[in-house]
């Protein structure tokens, strides 16, 4: 190779310098990057599902309008057929792929992003999104959202693991997957990347959340580019006349709180209750199905996720006793459907609960004192956000969620208000949510204590620039330009030597007499710090801020040269550690 | 950060009778002996005869820069030497008349920079390499190197 460098290739390099000088983060520049093709990735999976379920729903039931119409334009027979010949469907999906592993739990959100180091199953979750797109299409009473979430963060992981990202980065990649699965399903990408970070992460460090908030913006403009960009729950203007309104906002927070325990007690017992009667995947959930077909011949209404009953509640909601009476009737539907196994979200279940428990009280105050002019349909949207952040154990989430889901700002205080006493009663009765529940299922407490005992080994990687001490100083300034490192690490034979600083070179690459005079071995810094792979990332952390660099070389005690690791995913790391109690 | 300021103390020797670059090298590091910022001359020597054997640093028209970095000096030392003939110097036998030779301490590394570049633009300087090989005296030659 020509040792020589053209003027221009030098001017390259100190315009390189130039902007190295002043601006700094490059890991985390390229963390935003992914990020964003991550939310790309993750918004264009979600449309296809939804739109796979929309197909397959009109070709069961012969309707492309919603559940709720597609069910109550057939006959009764057919309401019963569908949902059962569905769940068996699903059901055999799963028999047949609980080969790979036998499924239990129905919430899949999570496990997406706390399995630990990012690798998805891909065989195993195809199986559930399979499953779940048969249940979906064929009226379960369970959220879409769930496999979404799950097919988002499976491409991502696959991306990152084709990548060669190291463990952080890697399950950095599949909690974007995640919040961009989240913000398209909902239209919301706030709450997306609140949700991820509050429910799973347990963290809104920057050096996490950054990411997040790329993904799940990227993921919405995507999903608004293709079905617009409505409020998916458009409510009706809500006005707070008077301050002390507040108060009957507030009595439906506790209310919430204290209802929540019972939601989620019951979802528990359906699972255990179904586990009880021991029967195949496939027989389990075609009984599943069965039920909800039953409970669909008398009330349509209770099929799919729930979305438009909310609906319903904030703008045509009825009598109260047709709302309470299928209200009931929903809740033992997403009982059968979640207890039988099927693979789905509880999300969307859990706001048309809030929504129902926050009108109904709302219809009791307003009989109660009449002189007040209560609006139950308010109560029915603070009821969403209360019973929201008492079952999730997430009150922050909750009430973005719920801002960005019905686009009305006048019931952020109530509904703020609500969901912390929601939160607070709820935490008060039981320590139990409704992730938090699936989270033990999965095992996180496992996955955490795994996780506790990583190293720094476990997050190195490759380091595609390294050079030889012999190197000439125009491959040095060369391997610069080509690189965003402020460091070349000499590497002699696979033992590690030092490292060249651009900083201490910077003045002389325009001194082409030195391109054959100076060696990599003249000008490299023999006390470059070096991280040892059982090193603790605290530990790593003070090397990184002594350096001041982004990357550092990983030796054996013997100095053979392992690999690098970045500040970036140690950060990425610590924030996105489960906490040790999840 | 310890930088050579001037050649004015720089040790030089010219007319050398030596006809192998190990002899050169090992004359020239004798010229810094007693120096305060030599710390171990012989580990000097040492130093820079295995540098020369990775790769003999040679600026064309018969200049060598031999150095080393190395914790055997505390500031930058030089040496300068210029031979009554030319001498083979590394793998390709290249002829070499003058030799700058450099201990680097081993943090010194923007020193050591600046000085090569340095003396490179000197070298450059049209008529001063010939002034150089033909100096009659050690005071002609330092006139020079200014």
Not at chain 1, 391 to 398: D, H, L, R
Request: net charge positive; glycine share 10%.
């Amino acid at each position: 190779m020509n040792p020589e460098l053209s003027a221009g290739a030098r001017r390259l390099v100190r315009l390189r310098i130039w902007l190295g000088e002043r601006i700094s983060g490059n890991e985390m520049r390229a963390t935003l990057l992914w990020a964003a093709l991550a939310g790309l990735i993750g918004a264009w999976t979600s449309i296809g599902f939804k739109e796979a379920t929309e197909w397959l729903h009109s070709l069961f039931t012969g309707h492309y309008s919603g559940y709720v119409a597609s069910f109550a334009a057939m006959p009764w027979w057919r309401r019963i057929l569908v949902p059962t010949v569905g769940g068996l469907l699903a059901g055999l999906t799963l028999y047949f792929g609980s080969r790979i592993k036998r499924r239990r739990s129905t919430t899949d959100y999570m496990e997406a992003v706390v399995v630990g180091d990012g690798k998805l199953s891909v065989r195993r979750s195809l199986v559930k999104c399979s499953s779940a797109w048969f249940s979906a299409a064929t009226g379960a009473s369970i959220g879409r959202e769930g496999p979404l979430v799950l097919l988002s963060a499976l491409a991502t992981s696959m991306l990152g693991r084709w990548l060669k990202f190291p463990l952080a980065r890697q399950r950095q990649m599949v909690a974007c997957g995640a919040a961009a699965g989240i913000a398209s399903a909902y239209n919301a990408p706030v709450a997306g990347a609140f949700f991820v970070a509050e429910i799973v992460l347990g963290s809104l460090a920057m050096d996490a959340f950054g990411p997040l908030v790329v993904s799940s913006v990227v993921a919405t403009l995507v999903t608004r580019a293709h079905f617009g960009a409505e409020a998916m729950y458009t409510a009706p203007v809500f006005t707070l006349h008077q301050n002390w309104e507040l108060l009957p906002y507030m009595l439906l927070g506790l209310l919430c709180g204290a209802a929540a325990p019972l939601f989620l007690g019951f979802l528990k017992w359906s699972e255990i209750a179904f586990g009880k009667l021991k029967l195949p995947d496939w027989a389990r959930l075609a009984l599943g199905g069965l039920i909800v077909g039953l409970l669909a011949v008398a009330h349509p209404e209770v099929t799919g996720n729930g979305r438009i009953l909310v609906f319903s509640i904030l703008h045509y909601p009825g009598t109260w006793q047709a709302l309470a009476m299928i209200f009931l009737f929903k809740i033992v539907a997403t009982g059968a459907t979640f207890g039988s196994g099927a693979v789905g979200g509880v999300f969307t279940p859990t706001l048309y609960t809030g929504a129902a428990l926050g009108y109904l009280f709302g219809v009791a105050a307003a009989a109660l004192f009449p002189s007040w002019g209560l609006e139950p349909g308010a109560f029915g949207l603070v009821g969403m956000g209360a019973f929201l952040a008492a079952a999730t154990g997430a009150p922050v989430m909750a009430i973005i969620m719920l801002f960005e889901l019905t686009l009305n700002y006048q019931i952020l205080m109530p509904v703020m208000l609500a969901s912390v006493m929601g939160y607070y009663t709820c935490r008060s009765l039981t320590s139990r949510s409704l992730y938090k529940d699936a989270l033990a299922r999965k095992g996180a407490a496992a996955v955490a204590q795994h996780l506790a005992t990583l190293k720094i080994g476990d997050l190195m990687h490759e380091d595609p620039g390294t050079i030889s001490p012999l190197a000439p100083f125009g491959e040095i300034v060369r391997q610069f330009m080509h690189s965003t490192q402020d460091f070349l690490h000499v590497v002699d034979d696979g033992r590690f030597l030092g490292a060249i600083s651009l900083h201490d070179i910077k003045s002389y690459l325009d001194r082409p007499e030195l391109e054959t005079l100076v060696i990599a071995q003249d000008v490299m810094r023999y006390d470059h710090p070096t991280l040892l792979p059982e090193m603790s990332m605290t530990k790593a952390l003070d090397f990184f801020a002594r350096v001041g660099t982004q990357r550092l070389p990983v030796t054996d005690a013997s100095s053979r040269f392992l690999g690098v690791v970045t500040e970036t995913d140690v950060l990425l790391f610590l924030a996105g550690k489960p906490r040790s109690n999840a | 950060m310890p930088e050579l300021k001037s050649t004015d103390n720089t040790p030089v020797l010219l007319w050398m009778e030596d006809s192998t670059e190990e002899t050169v090298i090992k004359r020239m590091i004798q010229l810094l002996a007693g120096r305060a910022e030599v710390r171990d001359l012989r580990e000097l020597e040492r130093a820079v005869l295995e540098r020369q054997k990775l790769q003999p640093p040679l600026l064309g028209n018969g200049v060598a820069l031999p150095h080393a970095r190395t914790t055997a000096v505390t500031e930058i030392v030089l040496a300068i030497g210029r031979c009554r003939e030319p001498v083979p110097f590394g793998p390709d036998q290249v002829p070499i008349r003058l030799v700058f030779l450099y201990g680097v301490p081993t943090q010194c590394i923007g020193g050591y920079l600046a000085a090569v570049a340095r003396l490179t633009r000197l070298l450059k300087t049209p008529g001063t390499l010939d002034a150089l090989l033909t100096a009659p005296d050690e005071a002609n030659f330092r006139q020079h190197l200014r």
